[in-house]
C-alpha cells in the first residue's frame, strides 16, 4: 500500500511539474516588444569583475539623464576618460521608476482590448520607492551574468569591453528589450534579464 502511495505522489508532483512548466511557456512564448522603455542615469561604473573594489566612474550626473533602452543608445557617456583595460561588469545607478511604452495595441501580451500607453511607471526593484536610486549590473556569463534573486539582478553584458588605450570617445550602448514583455494576472510585466553590449565609437 506504501508502495501504490508513493507511486501516486511521483505522480502528482510530475503532473504539477509539466503543469508549471507549460504556464511558463506560455507566458514567454508569447512575449512581445516594448515601443520605448525609459531609464534616468546617474551614474555608470566600469568593473573588471565582482570582486573589482575600485570601480571606474565613467559617468555622473546627480540629475540623471534618461535613456530609452529600445534605441542604440551613444549618449550615456560623452567625452568620458576610459582608462585601458577589459572590463567584464558595468553598474548603473539608476531612477528605480522605469518608463515603460507600448505603442501598438497588437503589441500587448494582455491582448489587444487592454490598448496602447506611454511612459506608464513600473519599479525595477519591487518594494522600493519609485524616486529612489537602484543599482543594475551587467555581468559576462563568467562573471556571474544572468542570474537574479528577488530585487537583486544582474543582467548579461554580452561580452567583455576591451579598451585598447585611454581614451575620451563616447561608447555606444545596445540594450536588448525584444520580447521581454509578458502578461502575469492581467498586467503588463518585464521579464529579466536583459541584455546589453558595449562598443567604443
Same mark, same amino acid.
Given at each position: 500500500?506504501?508502495?501504490?502511495?508513493?507511486?501516486?505522489?511521483?505522480?502528482?508532483?510530475?503532473?504539477?511539474?509539466?503543469?508549471?512548466?507549460?504556464?511558463?511557456?506560455?507566458?514567454?512564448?508569447?512575449?512581445?516588444?516594448?515601443?520605448?522603455?525609459?531609464?534616468?542615469?546617474?551614474? =555608470?561604473?566600469?568593473? #573588471? %569583475?565582482?570582486? +573589482?573594489? /575600485?570601480? &571606474? $566612474?565613467?559617468?555622473?550626473? *546627480? @540629475?540623471?539623464?534618461?535613456?530609452?533602452?529600445?534605441?542604440?543608445?551613444?549618449?550615456?557617456?560623452?567625452?568620458?576618460?576610459?582608462?585601458?583595460?577589459?572590463?567584464?561588469?558595468?553598474?548603473?545607478?539608476?531612477?528605480?521608476?522605469?518608463?515603460?511604452?507600448?505603442?501598438?495595441?497588437?503589441?500587448?501580451?494582455?491582448?489587444?482590448?487592454?490598448?496602447?500607453?506611454?511612459?506608464? =511607471?513600473?519599479?525595477? #526593484? %519591487?518594494?522600493? +520607492?519609485? /524616486?529612489? &536610486? $537602484?543599482?543594475?549590473?551587467? *555581468? @559576462?556569463?563568467?562573471?556571474?551574468?544572468?542570474?537574479?534573486?528577488?530585487?537583486?539582478?544582474?543582467?548579461?553584458?554580452?561580452?567583455?569591453?576591451?579598451?585598447?588605450?585611454?581614451?575620451?570617445?563616447?561608447?555606444?550602448?545596445?540594450?536588448?528589450?525584444?520580447?521581454?514583455?509578458?502578461?502575469?494576472?492581467?498586467?503588463?510585466?518585464?521579464?529579466?534579464?536583459?541584455?546589453?553590449? =558595449?562598443?567604443?565609437?
Amino acid at each position: 500500500m506504501r508502495k501504490l502511495s508513493k507511486i501516486w505522489l511521483f505522480v502528482l508532483i510530475a503532473a504539477v511539474a509539466v503543469a508549471g512548466v507549460a504556464l511558463l511557456a506560455k507566458v514567454y512564448l508569447s512575449a512581445t516588444s516594448p515601443s520605448s522603455v525609459k531609464l534616468t542615469v546617474h551614474k =555608470v561604473e566600469f568593473m #573588471a %569583475d565582482a570582486s +573589482d573594489t /575600485n570601480p &571606474q $566612474v565613467v559617468f555622473s550626473n *546627480a @540629475t540623471g539623464k534618461e535613456i530609452d533602452l529600445t534605441k542604440d543608445t551613444d549618449a550615456v557617456i560623452e567625452q568620458a576618460q576610459i582608462q585601458a583595460g577589459t572590463y567584464k561588469r558595468i553598474r548603473m545607478t539608476v531612477t528605480n521608476g522605469i518608463k515603460l511604452s507600448i505603442a501598438n495595441a497588437v503589441d500587448n501580451p494582455c491582448g489587444r482590448k487592454s490598448g496602447t500607453f506611454t511612459d506608464s =511607471v513600473f519599479s525595477i #526593484a %519591487d518594494g522600493t +520607492d519609485l /524616486n529612489w &536610486q $537602484v543599482q543594475i549590473n551587467f *555581468a @559576462t556569463y563568467d562573471d556571474r551574468g544572468g542570474t537574479w534573486a528577488g530585487s537583486r539582478i544582474t543582467h548579461i553584458l554580452l561580452g567583455p569591453v576591451a579598451i585598447r588605450e585611454n581614451q575620451t570617445e563616447p561608447l555606444k550602448f545596445n540594450f536588448i528589450t525584444a520580447n521581454t514583455l509578458f502578461c502575469s494576472g492581467g498586467a503588463v510585466k518585464m521579464r529579466s534579464p536583459w541584455a546589453v553590449w =558595449v562598443n567604443p565609437l
